[in-house]
């Protein structure tokens, strides 16, 4: 999993090095990015806050809090999902499109990109969400490293998503 997260730094390294230096080529469309993606980035950090809850909770053996945290935490992800695709049609209303201008071409490619990592993690948050229903509840070996890789992997991706909306803000 280390070295997949160390390739897909190394994907958005490259697309925000591409995009920097697009910009410096001309012909760039100025306009600020939406206030809902500021909403979804706290939507975002608030799942990662239950998904590391519900990591405690289960090693802590308190079941009535870390199944209820590990649904919090998807539904969270799918509405960080949600909001991205509203953030998407404001830019569009107000002529950012993907064809239109590079601009927005990186920026419809860069946090469409993102996305796709997310929608891996919450396959990830639903497949621990079945398991934690079908499954007798015991912390086992196995299931905690299980559980952290998915931490890690959803940290990974939450702090992903703050760098590339700093990056975009910053960069307008």
Same mark, same amino acid.
């Given at each position: 999993?280390? #070295?997949?997260?160390?390739?897909? /730094? ?5 697309? /925000? ?12 469309? &100025? ?7 500021? @909403? ?18 289960? !090693?802590? &053996? ?12 998807? +539904?969270?992800? @799918?509405?960080?999902? +949600?909001?991205?695709?509203q953030g998407w049609l404001t830019l569009f209303s107000i002529g950012v499109d993907l064809?239109g201008n590079p601009a927005g071409s990186f920026l419809y490619i860069i946090t469409g990109?993102?996305?796709?990592? +997310? #929608? ?8 621990? #969400?079945?398991?934690?229903? !079908?499954?007798?509840?015991?912390? /086992? ?6 559980? &952290? ?24």
């Amino acid at each position: 999993m280390w #070295i997949g997260m160390a390739s897909i /730094t190394m994907m958005f390294g490259a697309f /925000t090095s591409a995009y920097v230096v697009r910009q410096a080529a001309g012909n760039w469309l &100025e306009f600020g990015l939406p206030n809902i993606f500021f @909403i979804s980035t706290l939507v975002l950090l608030l799942s990662s806050v239950s998904l590391h809850a519900s990591y405690r909770s289960f !090693t802590a &053996e308190k079941v009535k809090f870390y199944k209820p945290l590990l649904i919090l935490s998807a +539904v969270l992800g @799918i509405a960080f999902i +949600v909001l991205q695709y509203q953030g998407w049609l404001t830019l569009f209303s107000i002529g950012v499109d993907l064809k239109g201008n590079p601009a927005g071409s990186f920026l419809y490619i860069i946090t469409g990109v993102h996305i796709l990592h +997310v #929608i891996g993690g919450i396959v990830a948050l639903l497949i621990g #969400i079945i398991n934690a229903y !079908t499954l007798k509840f015991k912390v /086992t070996p196995k299931r905690k490293i299980n559980f &952290e890789l998915l931490l890690h992997y959803w940290h990974f991706v939450d702090l992903l998503w703050v760098y590339l909306l700093i990056f975009l803000y910053l960069s307008r």
